[in-house]
């Protein structure tokens, strides 16, 4: 798969998936604009990607609680470089019952994990700002779209909404040679698992009960990343409005014995 010399956005860049796609695609000789909140990580990312790239790569903060933040860092990329897709990795996870729910922070889940999605697709797609007939979008959603958990009811919300929101902009854009799916992992190796698990997970049953809804084993973010990177190439090139899973033999969240209770 051929990366050399396009153009790519990455949200929620400096961590987990999507900094493992950022390195994939570095890799390959793509030209990266970093978007996240803490600009000394994207700093330092960008230092390490230019240690395994020769392509120079922009860095630019976003506030999902402000998301004209990123039509200015769009317009100030795409001015310079014509885009060929973008990947929102950005997410949220929030764990909240229905009784101890906090608007407060179901908004911020929600702006990130969606609109912020809306928000970039509109900028990277304006007129004149993609490359037309090889322009591919990827939104990381998750089989919590799928699936049932207590605790996760606005997570879960939030990325089959997601989900939703790629099938239709897939209609919408396919006439414009563009095309827009998603990748819909189980749990992944990232920190945010990690903190999902020790914190709300019982330490007693996390790793049978792991093997029982994962035969295949918990998922890498090089393994998202790698399906993120089919979807983006030629290969792909009549998959649109489309969600892969990534299930790894399971499917239903089902932990069980969960630390929430109603």
Do not use: W
């Not at 630019?60 to 897709?85: C, P, W």
């Not at 990690?194 to 295949?216: A, H, V």
């Not at 089919?230 to 649109?240: D, G, P, V």
Request: net charge positive; hydrophobic share 40%.
């Amino acid at each position: 798969m051929d990366f050399k010399d396009k153009t790519y956005i990455i949200t929620g860049a400096t961590s987990g998936i999507g900094r493992c796609i950022a390195r994939t695609l570095a890799k390959k000789g793509a030209r990266l604009l970093l978007l996240g909140r803490d600009i000394k990580r994207l700093n330092s990312l960008k230092n390490e990607l230019s240690l395994i790239s020769q392509t120079s790569h922009n860095v630019a903060v976003f506030d999902s609680n402000n998301l004209d933040s990123i039509e200015s860092a769009v317009a100030e990329f795409a001015s310079k470089f014509k885009l060929n897709g973008f990947i929102h990795s950005a997410g949220a996870l929030n764990p909240m019952l229905l009784r101890d729910l906090n608007l407060a922070k179901m908004h911020e889940l929600i702006n990130i994990n969606l609109l912020t999605f809306f928000a970039l697709a509109k900028s990277a797609l304006r007129h004149g700002r993609y490359a037309k007939s090889d322009t591919s979008i990827v939104a990381i959603s998750s089989m919590a779209a799928f699936g049932a958990e207590p605790g996760l009811s606005v997570y879960s919300a939030s990325k089959a909404a997601l989900n939703s929101a790629v099938r239709s902009l897939a209609k919408e854009y396919s006439k414009k040679g563009v095309r827009i799916n998603a990748v819909a992992p189980l749990f992944v190796n990232t920190p945010m698992y990690e903190s999902f698990t020790s914190e709300f997970i019982s330490q007693e049953t996390q790793n049978e009960r792991l093997k029982e809804i994962m035969p295949l084993g918990l998922i890498e973010p090089k393994e998202v990343a790698d399906s993120v990177l089919f979807l983006l190439s030629s290969k792909a090139s009549r998959i649109t409005g489309e969600c892969l899973k990534i299930s790894s033999g399971g499917g239903d969240l089902g932990f069980g014995n969960s630390k929430f209770e109603c």
